[in-house]
T-cell receptor, first 117, second 110 residues
Framework: ETGVTQTPRHLVMGMTNKKSLKCEQH?????MYWYKQSAKKPLELMFV???????ENNSVPSRFSPECPNSSHLFLHLHTLQPEDSALYLC????????????????FGPGTRLTVL | GEDVEQSLFLSVREGDSSVINCTYT??????LYWYKQEPGAGLQLLTY?????DMKQDQRLTVLLNKKDKHLSLRIADTQTGDSAIYFC??????????FGTGTRLQVFP
């Protein structure tokens, strides 16, 4: 596998379910990101992890809980979601560290299409 | 505030040039990016430009930056049907943060 992979690609869940989204990057990067893409809205940054430490939480509701056990893996744990949480959830990674176009250029996975019923 | 604006749609004939425009607000953004998203896929980095450059060319892609007007454009020469996708402009005001536009849907017809 190369690049950034995400599983599952599609997920349908009820409002009372608990599920997790998984992201894995094979690029040797140190920073990982979760984005939400809803129809007709710009991409919304949710969380940023740099060297396994969370450096950004963009006022995301607590029903979304990220986990970054190591620099290659990022999870998004979901519980008690609402129908308006239905969206494409994109994971990205970047080299991280000091500023610079090459080091901070983000590479995206294919996304998980989430539908909350 | 931080805001990146793009027109929503662009339709061009195959073989013509496409020009996708973007305006951004944060003059401190040091890098600006263009990403492409095909149906059902994630975002693919196309190119980026450093803020002290006016132009960058990469094969069929030409990026023009007018820093005074905070205007960025992406020109695709000899547009093909495979170029049909959504194109996102993004600015990077902070190290970890990308601000994306809403995307421009490019439709290429024969």
């Amino acid at each position: 596998e190369t690049g950034v992979t995400q599983t599952p690609r599609h997920l349908v869940m009820g409002m009372t379910n608990k599920k997790s989204l998984k992201c894995e990057q094979h690029l040797g990067h140190n920073a990982m990101y979760w984005y939400k893409q809803s129809a007709k809205k710009p991409l919304e940054l949710m969380f940023v992890y740099n060297f396994k430490e969370q450096t950004e939480n963009n006022s995301v509701p607590s029903r979304f809980s990220p986990e970054c056990p190591n620099s290659s893996h990022l999870f998004l744990h979901l519980h008690t979601l609402q129908p308006e949480d239905s969206a494409l959830y994109l994971c990205a990674s970047s080299p991280g560290g000091t500023s610079g176009a090459v080091r901070d250029t983000q590479y995206f996975g294919p996304g998980t299409r989430l539908t909350v019923l | 505030g931080e805001d990146v604006e793009q027109s929503l749609f662009l339709s061009v004939r195959e073989g013509d040039s496409s020009v996708i425009n973007c305006t951004y607000t944060d003059s401190s953004s040091t890098y600006l990016y263009w990403y492409k998203q095909e149906p059902g896929a994630g975002l693919q980095l196309l190119t980026y430009i450093f803020s002290n450059m006016d132009m960058k060319q990469d094969q069929r892609l030409t990026v023009l930056l007018n820093k005074k007007d905070k205007h960025l454009s992406l020109r695709i020469a000899d547009t093909q049907t495979g170029d049909s996708a959504i194109y996102f402009c993004a600015e990077r005001p902070d190290t970890d943060k990308l601000i994306f536009g809403t995307g421009t849907r490019l439709q290429v017809f024969p």
